[in-house]
């Protein structure tokens, strides 16, 4: 007779268990990121977001942090090296530049409140703008504004010279 072949069953699990992560034979499991081939229910497990490496709570205690370290590492920088180091730091810390005039922000909120079908009289009062030149200018910048997005939006056109 001839001896039986050990096969593995499929097992089904109930939709509450969870797999048990197999080793690898040597005392190591894997990782729990992985799929679990074979088993009727598949677990994956999402990692957990990755803490900052820098210390501090916040920008403020992080950035002291690392100035304090750059100072011990390179104790001989010039002003000039100083200059570059925070122009460097300027262009790639958030927010970024971006070029032209920085964005009016009672601007946006009146074109919101314009949108929502709010009256100009009463813009002006929610926005706290009481004089007549703080109106005028506040709607003229509207104006501007409301120029400049409908020459972006502008479709192509077609013409001779710009076949579509």
Known sequence: MSAPMNRPQKETL???ATPVLKGDGFGKLASPRQRQRGAE????VRPRPRESRLPGVSPEQTALWFVQKFARQYPGLTR???KHLLARMHRQVP????PGRPCRTDVT???????EGVS???IYRRLGKATCEEQHALREA???RKARRRKRDK????TPTNPA
């Open 95 to 98: 927010p970024y530049p971006s």
């Open 80 to 82: 000039a090296d100083k």
């Open 120 to 122: 100009r009289k009463e």
């Open 155 to 158: 479709s192509a056109t077609v």
């Open 41 to 44: 229910v598949r677990v994956v």
């Open 14 to 16: 109930p939709a509450a």
């Open 109 to 115: 909120q009146a074109l919101q409140f314009e949108g």
């Open 142 to 144: 509207m104006r501007q």
